[in-house]
């Protein structure tokens, strides 16, 4: 593990890329971060979407942004999980990112970002770790 490092929770200043995917630039990151904030607090307490639908695209659009050099990733399922503690969630949901499911619905989601953000192979992953975490619960329960 790393040591604390001086620029935690300050927006990058440079260009970052994964792979083949290129990120904004620092230039709009703060203004997109406002808005995604902005559409988030309007969008969450009137939608009749599913927490995972909501936590998927919450999770996308802010690892989509990519504001931090490093945690981003961290930092999206943080914000996941909070979508769905707002919804009653008693629970953390563990969403690996170490899983190539997880890569890929976050590269199918951005293939369809133009066409209003399909994240519902996200949601899906979200689903099912809530699932597995809800029955691995009840089978340690002693009833």
Same mark, same amino acid.
């Given at each position: 593990m790393k040591g604390i490092i001086v620029s935690d929770g300050v927006y990058r200043e440079e260009d970052v890329f994964a792979g083949q995917r290129i990120f904004m630039t620092p230039e709009l990151i703060e203004k997109t971060m406002l808005g995604l904030v902005q559409k988030y607090n309007q969008y969450r307490? +009137? +939608?009749? %979407? %599913?927490? &995972? *639908?909501? *936590?998927a695209w919450l999770l996308h659009a802010f690892v989509s942004i990519h504001p931090f050099i490093d945690g981003n990733g961290r930092m999206g399922r943080i914000l996941a999980n909070l979508v769905l503690f707002s919804y009653g969630f008693p629970f953390p949901v563990p969403i690996s990112a170490d899983n190539d499911e997880y890569i890929k619905s976050l590269r199918l989601a951005d293939r369809y &970002?133009?066409?209003g953000r399909d994240t519902s192979h996200l949601a899906l992953i979200i689903l099912n770790s809530s699932h597995s975490i809800y029955k691995n619960y009840l089978s340690n329960l002693e009833l």
């Open positions: 307490p +009137t +939608t009749k %979407s %599913s927490p &995972y *639908a909501v *936590a &970002y133009e066409k």
